[in-house]
């Protein structure tokens, strides 16, 4: 399996997880600025911009949250801000999480409120 099957198979097995949990699916791989946002979810009145990080073994690159840098933090910011500005959601409560996806186990770890801006 390839970074970009074994992405979309994180993506999937996030979604899934997100969905069972009562969040509503808004935009996946939303694009903007020259930057992505891997999943745009509703929870109750908050929009929620997910990073979903897949690893293919539980040590191969370290935990998923730590590929989440202050340089993609900011790209997310960006893409989020396009996108409320985009749907005008300029009161919305907003909130920045990530999902680490263990593929090997099909273990999806959530972490609300993984960073602010």
């Known amino acids: 399996m390839n970074r970009r099957e074994l992405g979309a198979l994180g993506e999937a097995l996030a979604l899934r997880y997100m969905q069972e949990?009562?969040?509503?699916?808004?935009?996946?791989?939303?694009?903007?600025?020259?930057?992505?946002?891997?999943?745009?979810?509703?929870?109750?009145?908050?929009?929620?911009?997910?990073?979903?990080?897949?690893?293919?073994?539980?040590?191969a690159y370290g935990l998923g949250r730590e590929a989440v840098t202050t340089a993609k933090q900011r790209n997310i910011a960006k893409a989020a801000a396009a996108y409320l500005a985009a749907y005008s959601l300029y009161d919305a409560c907003v909130r920045f999480d990530v999902l680490e996806v263990d593929a090997v186990n099909n273990l999806v770890t959530h972490i609300p409120g993984a960073f602010t801006l």
């Open 21 to 59: 949990r009562g969040f509503a699916l808004l935009a996946k791989n939303y694009r903007a600025l020259r930057c992505e946002i891997d999943l745009v979810l509703r929870d109750g009145k908050t929009i929620v911009f997910a990073e979903v990080k897949t690893r293919a073994a539980s040590s």
